[in-house]
């Protein structure tokens, strides 16, 4: 084979998201049939045809399976503690408010430890997305509850199933404040995405729940099959209906998943009510930040 057949092959087999990933980081440390890498080519793909500027995109993800993601991410990133994605992200924000700041994380990370951050951000309606990778369990650290973990559902600390209530997490987002409400399956690549090309064009807490298989823990304990007999319980199970009441999307045990996008209004962001109250109180005392940020500039 000549040089220049051998360029032409290389070039060939690059994955089309290659340019946005850290490819000398690849393999990743996923499990097979994971659904964490599926998010991640759907969130490349939405970035390029958002046509964002990707030197103003940051990425930000916690601690946990899904908390990999920022590293493999070709992008401003940061990785923070557990729990610590949205605070973090918050103050990037607030920052920077120029920056299409995403936070990417698990169900554990975000609304287990990070619970608490995660219904103020939305209640403030900080200017972020959030994609929520939920696969149920605590992936990373051994198969634990989680909040998300389905009533009668097992784990490995309720080896006789779950009792605690979990999480309805389209509701928990929706009324605590979010503007921007939507989830989907791994199986839903095409649909998901749209949404966070759509969710990128938009402003405020936009929240995007995506149901994911973890065939090492989850399927295992659960005798679930494969990760691949997950997506085809997807495939036969995933109900779409857009404008769903989130009052009515709790997920079951190995029952229907109602998919769709349930939430899409406007209202002020954190930093334009900032503006507004301080503007009316201090008049031309005031004076706000550009939307090129604070102190860092190019």
């Known amino acids: 084979m000549s040089v220049a ?3 032409t092959a290389s070039e060939f087999q690059e994955h089309p998201s290659a340019p946005l990933l850290r490819m000398e980081r690849i393999p990743h440390v996923w499990c097979p049939s994971c659904g964490i890498g599926t998010v991640v080519k759907c969130y490349a793909t939405a970035l390029e045809r958002s046509g964002v500027d990707l030197d103003k995109v940051s990425v930000v993800s916690g601690i946990g399976c899904s908390g990999r993601v920022a590293g493999y991410m070709k992008l401003d990133a940061f990785h923070a503690t557990h729990g610590r994605a949205i605070p973090f992200a918050t103050g990037l924000k607030l920052g920077r408010p120029e920056l299409l700041v995403t936070v990417i994380s698990g169900d554990g990370d975000l609304v287990g430890i990070g619970g608490n951050h995660f219904i103020h951000a939305a209640r403030r309606n900080i200017d972020m997305l959030v994609i929520l990778i939920n696969n149920f369990i605590y992936g990373m650290t051994g198969g634990q509850n989680a909040p998300t973990t389905p009533i009668s559902a097992k784990s490995s600390t309720m080896p006789f199933g779950n009792f605690e209530e979990p999480f309805n997490l389209p509701h928990l987002a929706a009324s605590s404040g979010a503007p921007y409400v939507a989830r989907w399956t791994c199986l839903h690549i095409r649909r998901l995405t749209w949404a966070i090309e759509e969710a990128i064009q938009r402003k405020g807490f936009r929240f995007i729940e995506v149901v994911a298989p973890c065939p090492t823990l989850y399927a295992r304990l659960n005798k679930l099959g494969t990760g691949l007999s997950e997506m085809r319980f997807y495939h036969d199970n995933a109900e779409i209906q857009h404008g ?11 029952e229907k998943i109602v998919c769709g996008k349930f939430v899409d209004e406007e209202r002020p962001t954190f930093l334009e009510r900032k503006d507004e109250h301080y503007a009316k109180i201090l008049g031309d005392k005031y004076i706000p930040m550009g939307p090129e940020g604070g102190m860092i500039h190019e």
Do not use: A, K, M, N
Request: with cysteine; aromatic share 8%.
């Open 5 to 7: 057949t051998e360029q």
């Open 244 to 254: 769903c009441d989130t009052r009515d999307l709790d997920i079951g045990f190995h």
